[in-house]
């Protein structure tokens, strides 16, 4: 089988994970997360391969472009998501996590760029800025996740609107799964912007390479760098940084692919 079918086979174990999320949550079934959990980690298993059979292509297609680029954040954003299992007990989180990598792996199936040259530079440093930058993305991606069901939860207990038996993760569980993936996002978010600083000055002989691209995501960093200050310096409240983490990662995914996509 072929890294494209290995592609859309995990793009539509994805979209089962989906479905059995959205399931669970409607008739408030644990059991039907779980099964998303399972459906998810299996997707993520052809999604690997998939990886390695585009490594196997000859010549082989360079991680820096943009659709594999982004096929690659959403892989991340699935073992994040799973390996935050190990410390956080936030399965309704798959409610977001598996429609993100539905549309992450889709979006690398309908847009596969040929193979081409290299990019310029130090492949080292392009190599390193593409893997730390999209694991910045898919932490930041999970911190989203876990703002934006706090959010969620928290409106529906304010208007008693939450079932004894919720299938949503609790309140403390998205505080603190939204905490440790916030601070391991920013952390290879920010060694993502320097070592795309050090492929730029090897490839152009500058440190900041301008355009919309590169300010758009500095803005964006600079705007996690306050949230981050807030949630661990300044002990902002957590509905608070709940909210700046789901506006932080949009702000981010329309810095890194909605311009990214538009040039």
Known sequence: MGA???????????LGASLAAVVGLGVRARRWLGFGVWLLAFAALLHGLAFVELHRLEPTPALTELPLAVSLAAWLLVLSFLALQLRVPARGLVVVVAPAAFLGTVFESFA????????PGSALWSHLHVLLASGGLALLGVAGAAGLLYLVHHRAIKRHRVARQSALPSLESLDRA????????FLLLSLGVVTGVLWVETREGRLWPG???????????????ALVFARFGAGGSARHVAAGSAAGFALLLVAVVG???AR
Request: charge should be negative; proline fraction near 11%.
């Open 4 to 14: 494209l079918e290995l592609h859309q086979w995990a793009a539509g174990a994805y």
């Open 112 to 119: 596969v760029p040929a193979p081409g040259p290299p990019p």
């Open 178 to 185: 939204n905490a440790l993936a916030l601070a391991l996002g």
């Open 211 to 225: 355009g919309l691209h590169a300010n758009a995501t500095l803005v964006a960093w600079l705007a996690y760098s």
């Open 259 to 261: 311009i990214g996509v």
